[in-house]
């Protein structure tokens, strides 16, 4: 939660929320893509449906470098007039390998394909997306983060590169969060104009809309613009750690709810539907073993280190990265 935010502020009727960050069954885990796992087993409509109950005035998905979920909406619903196509990129340093995930808010199908083909490289990608005054932030900003990279020099380029910075992500740590928070009110006290943003990264229906983003604007576009100016702010809650293993378990039965479906889809050859078998039936000991759970628990402890070894030197940090701190686009 933003310390900044009062309860007057949060009365005024004049303010408007949406999940800048959440997922659909559009978004592939991409490291068994053969087997056809996905990140989210959630429709798009039952995600809108949700959000819209949880009092978002506007909704959007970011499904893993896809529109496929916003447009299939779309399609089904043309109606729509609170709802705006979203993507989360995943975009990479070329010299480092470093990755970065950006969400994008408001963007069109041409601009979708021009982001996809430019996408393995931040360095192109970017300027892309500024020269389209794109609305464009960096997600969950350590959660990648490899450290043997230089902290100051990683910061301080994407700095130069960004406006807009998640500081509440409802499937990180906390001490991720307020790390980010206290990085990011740092730059805005030099002068800066940086927009604060929250999203839930829900890919259970759980969670949707529990973390979100509040500002001002009567339609998407202008909502979008209030969020550009830097006059919005994040607000609610992120999981306990409790509740991100069961998310991941959830999304292992929801995998294998899917079997007799896939099995019998005329979309993937013979060949497909046995590797699709094969990684169900060796989900099963993963599972039992309690692997996932491991794994989850090894990504938050790594987010819970990164962060507090930056807190830790953290004026040291802001001294270095000092020269950029007024840098803008």
């Known amino acids: 939660m933003n310390d900044a935010v009062t309860p007057e502020l949060l009365s005024d009727p004049a303010l408007r929320r949406a999940d800048l960050h959440c997922h659909s069954r559009f978004s592939v885990f991409k490291y068994f893509k053969r087997a056809n796992t996905r990140d989210c087993y959630n429709a798009p409509e039952d995600v809108y449906r949700i959000a819209k109950e949880r009092g978002m005035h506007f909704v959007t998905l970011t499904d893993h470098d896809s529109i496929d979920g916003a447009l299939y909406l779309l399609n089904k619903h043309p109606d729509l007039t609170d709802f705006f196509i979203g993507e989360e990129v ?22 979708h394909r021009e ?20 609305l464009f932030g960096v997600n969950h900003l350590f959660q990648n983060y490899r450290m043997k990279n230089v902290a100051a020099t990683y910061i301080a380029e994407l700095l130069t590169m960004f406006d807009v910075f998640e500081v509440l992500n ?10 980010v928070q206290q990085l990011v ?3 805005k006290q030099h002068g800066r ?37 830097g006059n919005s702010f994040a607000w609610g809650a992120e999981m306990r750690f409790a509740e991100l293993v069961a998310d991941i378990y959830l999304l292992i039965l929801a995998y294998h709810g899917e079997t007799a479906n896939d ?5 993937y050859t013979a060949t ?3 590797i699709q078998l094969a990684g169900r039936l060796a989900s099963i000991p993963t599972a039992i073993s309690g692997l996932p759970a491991a794994i989850t628990s090894l990504n938050y402890l790594k987010q819970i280190v990164v962060t507090k070894g930056f807190s830790m030197r953290f004026a040291k940090l802001v001294e270095e990265i000092r020269p950029g701190l007024g840098a803008g686009k």
């Open 193 to 229: 104009r940086i927009s604060m943003v929250g999203g839930s990264d829900a890919h259970t229906l759980k969670h949707v809309a529990k973390v979100h983003t509040v500002s001002k604007g009567e339609t998407p576009a202008e909502f979008l613009e209030n969020v550009r100016a």
């Open 263 to 267: 099995l019998r889809s005329a979309d």
């Open 115 to 134: 982001i996809q083909r430019l996408r393995r490289n931040i360095r192109e990608l970017v300027p892309y997306m500024k020269q389209q005054g794109m």
């Open 90 to 111: 995943e975009t990479y340093f070329p010299e480092t390998g470093q990755r970065i995930h950006v969400g994008v808010w408001g963007l069109n199908e041409e601009q």
């Open 170 to 179: 409802g499937a990180m740590a906390s001490f991720h969060n307020k790390m």
């Open 272 to 274: 497909d539907k046995t």
């Open 185 to 187: 009110v740092e730059v």
